[in-house]
């Protein structure tokens, strides 16, 4: 007798990234992960920049007027007691950003998350980092303003390394979840599609 079989079509081919994409994210983890030593090697300039940014939050927060020079961020001009505020390597906020940018690149590397998203928290990230070493810099020249070198010593020693720590753990928290929750590469819905084979010989 006659009979009609039915096998399994080609399945459509899901969860694939376009390759022009996969190569812009690697690309782009590459660069993150390379500037991480280039911002050790520029840190004398990061630091400089650092400090004129630092300067506007210390004045907000201080009697008198701030004003960079260099690395160093003076407060209290005016006042009558003129204070600097040395910004050193191992206190500025490039020791924040390195583990960020490290993390982004390492995830921009690992096929399946989407570049865009992870960039997006990679901002959000560095934005946080520079937010609390900047209330970390404006809270201990408030303090040394009021309580003297006692109170700078509690705020830069203990009260500020802990807001710095959590602040970097959180950052940290931030670019993987971004990373996580922006789902992978789904590309078409995947579906069977069924087709008839030959039709079978007589017997």
């Known amino acids: 007798m006659s009979a009609a079989a039915f096998t399994p079509g080609p399945i459509?081919?899901?969860?694939?990234?376009?390759?022009a994409t996969s190569i812009a994210a690697r690309v782009l983890g590459i660069v993150l992960l390379l500037s991480v030593p280039l911002l050790a090697l520029s840190q004398g300039v990061f630091r400089v920049a650092e400090a004129w940014v630092t300067r506007f939050a210390v004045d907000a927060?201080?009697?008198?007027?701030?004003?960079?020079?260099?690395n160093i961020v003076y407060f209290g001009i005016g006042s009558g007691s003129v204070t600097g505020l040395d910004i050193t390597m191992l206190c500025s906020t490039?020791?924040?950003?390195?583990?960020?940018?490290a993390l982004a690149g390492v995830?921009?590397?690992?096929?399946?998350?989407?570049?865009?998203?992870?960039?997006v928290g990679l901002l959000?990230?560095?934005?946080?980092?520079?937010l609390v070493n900047m209330v970390r810099y404006a809270?201990?020249?408030?303090a040394f303003q009021t309580?003297?070198?006692?109170?700078f010593d509690i705020i830069h020693r203990y009260a500020g390394s802990i807001l710095v720590i959590l602040g970097l753990m959180a950052a940290l928290v931030l670019i993987v979840v971004f990373a996580v929750r922006s789902g992978r590469w789904t590309g078409p819905r995947r579906?069977?599609?069924?087709?008839?084979?030959?039709?079978?010989?007589?017997?």
Request: proline share 6%; with cysteine; glycine share 12%.
């Open 12 to 19: 459509a081919a899901g969860r694939q990234r376009p390759v």
């Open 61 to 70: 927060v201080t009697d008198g007027s701030a004003a960079a020079a260099g």
């Open 94 to 101: 490039a020791v924040l950003f390195a583990p960020v940018l």
């Open 107 to 119: 995830l921009l590397l690992i096929p399946g998350f989407r570049a865009s998203r992870i960039a």
């Open 124 to 130: 959000a990230a560095l934005a946080l980092c520079v």
């Open 139 to 142: 809270s201990a020249a408030f």
């Open 147 to 151: 309580w003297g070198m006692s109170g």
């Open 191 to 203: 579906r069977s599609t069924w087709q008839p084979a030959r039709w079978g010989g007589l017997r």
